[in-house]
C-alpha cells in the first residue's frame, strides 16, 4: 500500500524546506561581494566556486516559489528575464572590485533556476507537454553536467600538476594556456632543431615580453636548483630576466626586493642554466621566501629592439 502524507503536513513540509532555502539565500548572499578565491588561488578553488552560482539561484527559487504565480512558458520565461537582470547586476556591481566579472556566471545563474523549475512535477507544470517537460529536463541535466564535469576536468587536471615533481610543467600537453601566460606555442618534437616537445616564446619590442609559469608544483622544500633549458635560434647573445616569487609576494605591494630576480645571457644554441635554490630562498629582504608556496615563475625580455624567438625546452627541480 502507498503511503501519502496529509495535505496539512505535506503543506508544512512544503513550508519549512521554503524557510530553509530562505536562509541559505541570506547566509550566502553576502559571498558575492565579500570572501571566495582571490586572483592568486588556483584554478580549482575559483571552478568550484562557481558553481555556487548554480546553487544560490536554485535556493532563491525554491524560497520564493514563482510557480504560485505562474505556469508554463510564462512562468519560465518571467523567470529567466528576472535572474537575467539580477545577474547582470550582480556583475556590474562587482567591477571595480576585487572579485572579476565573470559573464558565464548568468549561464549559472539561469541553471539553478532552470533545474528547479524543470524537476518540478509535471502536473504543476500547466500547459507544457509531456515531451516538452522530459527534452527541458535533459537539455538542462546536459547542462549542469557540463558545468560540474568542468570542475571535474580541473581537479583531475589539478591532481596531475601535482604529481609533476620534480618537473614544473609537462611538455608534451598541447595547450600550454591552463598554466602559462604570454605568447607561447607548442612545439611538436618532429620540428626543426629539435627532439623533443619545447614551448615557442615570441618576443615582442614592448617593454616587457614573455612568460609566466602560474601552475605548476609549489613546494620546492627537498630540492637545491632549479634547472631551466633555453635554446636560442639567433645568431646572437641576448638577455632575458627571471623572477620567482611566492603566495606572499603578490598578496603584497610587488616590491621589486620582495623576490627572487636575475639575468640570463642566452648564447646562440642550447643553454642551461641552473639556479641555487638557497638564493631564491634569501632573496626577499627581511623574510625568508616560502619554499612550500611557490606562486609564479617569470621569464622575460625588456627593450629588445627587435622581435625574437626562443624555445623552452625543460624547466625541473633537483
Known sequence: MRFTLPAHQAARKARIWQYLAFVG?????????????????????????????????????????????WTGWTLWSICSLVVLLVGAGIELLQYGTSRQVDWQDMLRNLLGLWAVLAARPLASQTRLSLLTAWSLRVIIGALLLAQTGTTAGVAIQ???????????????????SPYWNGAITP????????????????????????????????DWRGYN???????NPQDQLFGMALRINDIEH???????????????????????????LSQV???PRGRAMDM??????ILFATGIQEPKTVYLRDIRLE
Do not use: C
Request: proline share 9%; net charge positive.
Open 25 to 69: 539565500v541570506i547566509l550566502a548572499a553576502p559571498f558575492f561581494f565579500v570572501g571566495g578565491p582571490g586572483w592568486t588561488d588556483g584554478p580549482l578553488l575559483k571552478s568550484a566556486w562557481n558553481l555556487g552560482h548554480i546553487l544560490f539561484f536554485a535556493l532563491l527559487t525554491l524560497a520564493v516559489q514563482p510557480w504560485r504565480a
Open 158 to 176: 589539478q591532481y596531475k600538476v601535482s604529481q609533476l615533481l620534480p618537473a614544473l610543467y609537462d611538455f608534451s600537453q598541447p595547450d600550454p
Open 187 to 218: 612545439v611538436p618534437s618532429d620540428a626543426p632543431h629539435s627532439s623533443q616537445h619545447e614551448l615557442r616564446i615570441s618576443l615582442s619590442t614592448t617593454r616587457y615580453s614573455g612568460m609566466s609559469l602560474h601552475n605548476f608544483p609549489a
Open 225 to 231: 636548483e632549479l634547472v631551466i633549458d633555453l635554446y
Open 250 to 276: 603578490d598578496l603584497g605591494d610587488n616590491a621589486y626586493n620582495d623576490r627572487f630576480n636575475t639575468r640570463l645571457t642566452l648564447s646562440p644554441g642550447p643553454n642551461r642554466f641552473r639556479l641555487d
Open 281 to 283: 630562498r634569501n632573496a
Open 292 to 297: 612550500q608556496k611557490i606562486r609564479r615563475v
